[in-house]
Nanobody, 118 residues
Framework: QVQLVESGGGLVQPGGSLRLSCAAS????????MTWYRQAPGKERELVAT????????TYADSVKGRFTISRDNAKNTVYLQMNNLKPEDTAVYYC???????????WGQGTQVTVSS
């Protein structure tokens, strides 16, 4: 059974940093690109960053370019999101999934809450 478990969120001041982790199981992690998404209150879920299966290429939403870095460790079946220079508008619940397009739409994890506030 596919499981996606996000962690690492928290409350941080503007300009601060957080590192999110997503531990995946139940599928061949190293065969798929992985993506971080986020959903702010009252808004649709949006794509934040994607990394290819071997980690050789990454793409980012314009809103996070230059501040966020996605990476992965295929030996640990884990994808990471390093978030620097956080802004209040980064406040959201962050999720990971394989793809895009979303490979496991029925298997979203619980997400991890990121709150950026002074």
């Amino acid at each position: 059974q596919v499981q996606l478990v996000e962690s690492g969120g928290g409350l941080v001041q503007p300009g601060g940093s957080l590192r999110l982790s997503c531990a995946a199981s139940g599928f061949t992690f190293s065969s798929y690109p992985m993506t971080w998404y986020r959903q702010a209150p009252g808004k649709e879920r949006e794509l934040v960053a994607t990394i290819t299966s071997a980690g050789g290429s990454t793409t980012y939403a314009d809103s996070v370019k230059g501040r966020f870095t996605i990476s992965r460790d295929n030996a640990k079946n884990t994808v990471y999101l390093q978030m620097n220079n956080l802004k209040p508008e980064d406040t959201a619940v962050y999720y990971c999934n394989a793809g895009p397009p979303v490979l496991w739409p029925a298997n979203w994890g619980q997400g991890t809450q990121v709150t950026v506030s002074s």
